[in-house]
T-cell receptor, first 116, second 112 residues
Framework: GAGVSQSPSNKVTEKGKDVELRCDPI?????LYWYRQSLGQGLEFLIY????????KSGLPSDRFSAERTGGSVSTLTIQRTQQEDSAVYLC??????????????FGPGTRLTVT | KQEVTQIPAALSVPEGENLVLNCSFT??????LQWFRQDPGKGLTSLLL?????REQTSGRLNASLDKSSGRSTLYIAASQPGDSATYLC???????????FGGGTRLMVKP
């Protein structure tokens, strides 16, 4: 079946603009995760959804970052007033469940964000 | 706070060699450990998932072991091939929500 998909694959934006990144998880996966991969910081967790609710937002770096998930499926990560330090690859993953920590995570190809 | 370390950061071997990649983590109270492969400019491909109650998992030429008490995992690659060249990442889940903490990765180059 189809894997995790993300769009756009690349996004170049000017400093101060808002951007939206989209993630389509594997069908039937109730848990969805956003991570960020940057040269200086490696791969870091941003936010986790179980269904439509976000039990853990602890990784969001500032209040300019927000995310939502609708219908237990598609998720959107929004970055407001982008800064150059937001430049990174944003990766989305999904798994069958986010409870009990037992399930394999499957990653999408990522969105490369460049803030100029 | 969980910290994951991978050694070496980079490794170059001739084709055909068997090799071992190392991963260590500071908090042994984990739910699972997952090994991933990342090709340049691509997302992560899951290789193996080891539950905390397991000691090892095997898939083809790959074997991953887990020693939870000592906070270590190894990924063994048998008979390496140039197509194995990639960055290998290990990640642990130490929470019920299954959020992963990643190591910095080992960049592997297998030369023909």
């Amino acid at each position: 079946g189809a894997g995790v998909s993300q769009s756009p694959s690349n996004k170049v934006t000017e400093k101060g603009k808002d951007v939206e990144l989209r993630c389509d998880p594997i069908s039937g996966h109730t848990a969805l995760y956003w991570y960020r991969q940057s040269l200086g910081q490696g791969l870091e967790f941003l936010i986790y959804f179980q269904g439509n609710s976000a039990p853990d937002k602890s990784g969001l770096p500032s209040d300019r970052f927000s995310a939502e998930r609708t219908g237990g499926s598609v998720s959107t990560l929004t970055i407001q007033r982008t800064q150059q330090e937001d430049s990174a690859v944003y990766l989305c993953a999904s798994s069958r469940s986010g409870t009990s920590g037992s399930y394999e995570q499957y990653f999408g190809p990522g969105t490369r964000l460049t803030v100029t | 706070k969980q910290e994951v370390t991978q050694i070496p950061a980079a490794l170059s071997v001739p084709e055909g060699e068997n090799l071992v990649l190392n991963c260590s983590f500071t908090d042994s109270a984990i739910y699972n450990l997952q090994w991933f492969r990342q090709d340049p400019g691509k997302g992560l491909t899951s290789l193996l998932l080891i539950q905390s109650s397991q000691r090892e998992q095997t898939s083809g030429r790959l074997n991953a072991s887990l020693d939870k008490s000592s906070g270590r995992s190894t990924l063994y690659i048998a008979a390496s091939q140039p197509g194995d060249s990639a960055t290998y990442l290990c990640a642990v889940s130490d929470n019920a929500g299954n959020m992963l903490t990643f190591g910095g990765g080992t960049r592997l180059m297998v030369k023909p």
